[in-house]
């Protein structure tokens, strides 16, 4: 289970990078899958 703090960076970190891509038009690695910093997110493609 991820503690609150690791949690919100997580979550901090994906929306704005979704924003960044979709908003601005930037490059979004972050996005791209897993990093080696947040291993416990999972990426579900459809």
């Known amino acids: 289970?991820?503690?609150d703090a690791?949690?919100?960076?997580i979550?901090?970190?994906c929306?704005?990078?979704?924003f960044e891509l979709h908003l601005c038009?930037?490059?979004a690695p972050r996005l791209d899958g897993?990093?080696?910093s947040?291993?416990?997110v999972r990426?579900?493609?459809g």
């Open 15 to 18: 929306v704005g990078a979704f």
């Open 38 to 40: 947040a291993p416990e």
């Open 25 to 27: 038009g930037k490059q």
């Open 11 to 13: 979550t901090r970190e």
């Open 6 to 9: 690791v949690g919100y960076q």
């Open 34 to 36: 897993p990093t080696a």
């Open 43 to 45: 990426f579900h493609r």
């Open 1 to 3: 289970m991820l503690g």
